[in-house]
């Protein structure tokens, strides 16, 4: 397998998708859909969507068009996530991705309302879902988990908690906390989604929310342990900056050598998990790469 | 029929319905519960799920349970437009309806999450709907509709026009688009879901679109008229504030006494439309006499 080939390909079919289903540029709330279009396309790796369809085909040998609203919809929501992070009164960031941020761009009112509009643009889209002669009760139970992963009690909750922190110390809890929400809840929602829409059973489902739950935790030790251990010429970031920033992360609590060892602990468990799905359906090489990428990246 | 009396029950049916679908104030992301919860029960006249109520009971005799979750979605929804227009970057307003508003109280990266909250929620909430037994095709035309007229082809897309205004004169064109989506989405948004949970049909949603369109435009030209013709005694806030700000209204543009002519024709049409529904349905005096109060209100 020529795993960047066919990630590629799949990043160029999922970039098709999302300028379809992404709003046109007319009208005279215009302004605020190019604010919206200038976010979600400016690039990234684009990893929710291609989970969740990697998810889907673990379940089904042929892509379905249901899919494609939600892989469109969790973007949008990945990427007004960004856009309200970025904002002055929280992280103030002026770049993203080596491009000026949205409310930079577009002005501080019009980050605030391209959010909004990408957020409930999302739940919009993925409705378009139940006119495509699907089951209705399987749509259904897609729309419910875009709703809450999202949410209070998933990716906003760690969200809350992050931001109240404020660059002080945080015990264990918290740090799981935001660890299990902030990061892993859409890597969920979309592996769920795709679950789901694949036809995935009960026991399934639980296995696979098991599996995005590891893999968002150690994609994020990971991010941590690099922080530490590269170089400012691999990672293409300045190396050091939670030490500077007095930032509590799973390396100052655990120290290194237990975060390497957990973070391969709880990719292997992803994986052993992963392979026995595969038992009973055909293999994905290329989640399990990369699920194993993922979390083993050097940058 | 004593409408302040049944209007009263009615408000704190409401009331209570909204306090059993808000989240609890528990868990570690507590603080942003309290500030959503803090904006929904701030007072407020409740006219949209009071709105969806009504038109729902135009249909049934016998109110459903599955009605409530949408009820509490419509007013969240609303709640967050409030929570986010009165951040800094937009309205700056540091008071509503005598109390401070969210940003004030809870700091503004809290008003952003407690509104992105509130908008999502809304959704987690709707979706509870389908666990309740009734007709999932059903359902998920009630959340299309809760997804597609807040959004930038509803209210959103209004408020966007409006900031983009930022004070300048408006042509006729801007504030019939501002009106018919910043104020006339959500009232077309809680009684289409209210006459979709009802079992209306097609041709009686088309109906109820167009008396709610009605019902948000002639309030709202009722609104600019009270700010030339009222007194701060009767409106409870200062007169000619429109003036002073030098702000396009429908009554700087079509005059007083055309305006006055308009909310009456406009609200005729409403009503006539209303009787027309009544052919078919029970009477429902208390929606009839409640859009004629919304429209012709002295404050």
């Given amino acids: 397998m020529n795993f960047e080939k066919e990630q590629n390909d799949r990043i160029e079919y999922i970039e098709q998708i999302l300028k379809e289903y992404l709003p046109e540029e007319a009208g005279l709330q215009k302004y605020v859909i190019e604010a919206m279009n200038y976010s979600v396309l400016g690039g990234g790796k684009r990893i929710r969507p291609l989970l969740m369809l990697e998810t889907f085909c673990l379940f089904?040998?042929?892509?379905?068009?249901?899919?494609?609203?939600?892989?469109?919809?969790?973007?949008?929501?990945?990427?007004?996530?960004?856009?309200?992070?970025d904002l002055p009164a929280m992280d103030n960031d002026e770049y993203r991705r080596g491009r000026k941020t949205t409310h930079v761009v577009y002005g501080e009112a019009m980050g605030i309302l391209a959010g909004d509009g990408l957020l409930n643009y999302a739940y919009e889209v993925a409705c378009k879902a139940f006119d495509m002669g699907e089951n209705p009760v399987m749509i259904a139970d897609a729309v419910k988990v875009l709703a809450r992963k999202p949410g209070i009690y998933g990716m906003i909750g760690g969200q809350v908690v992050d931001v109240l922190a404020n660059g002080s110390p945080l015990d264990k809890e918290r740090l799981d906390f935001i660890y299990k929400l902030k990061t892993s809840a859409l890597i969920e929602c979309s592996m769920l989604i795709g679950a789901i829409l694949g036809g995935a059973t009960k026991e399934e489902l639980e296995i696979i929310e098991q599996i995005a739950s590891d893999v968002g935790l150690a994609?994020?030790?990971?991010?941590?342990?690099?922080?530490?251990?590269?170089?400012?010429?691999?990672?293409?970031?300045?190396?050091?900056?939670?030490?500077?920033?007095?930032?509590?992360?799973?390396?100052?609590?655990?120290?290194l050598e237990k975060s390497k060892e957990d973070v391969q602990m709880i990719s292997d468990r992803a994986l052993k998990n992963l392979n026995m799905l595969k038992l009973n359906y055909k293999e994905n090489l290329f989640l399990e790469e990369l699920i194993r990428r993922l979390v083993s990246r050097e940058k």
């Fill in 60 to 85: 089904q040998k042929k892509i379905s068009k249901v899919i494609e609203p939600f892989m469109a919809a969790i973007e949008m929501i990945h990427t007004y996530s960004l856009v309200h992070d």
């Fill in 219 to 255: 994609f994020q030790i990971q991010d941590d342990i690099l922080d530490v251990t590269s170089t400012l010429e691999v990672l293409g970031k300045p190396i050091g900056s939670d030490e500077k920033n007095s930032k509590t992360t799973y390396v100052t609590l655990e120290g």
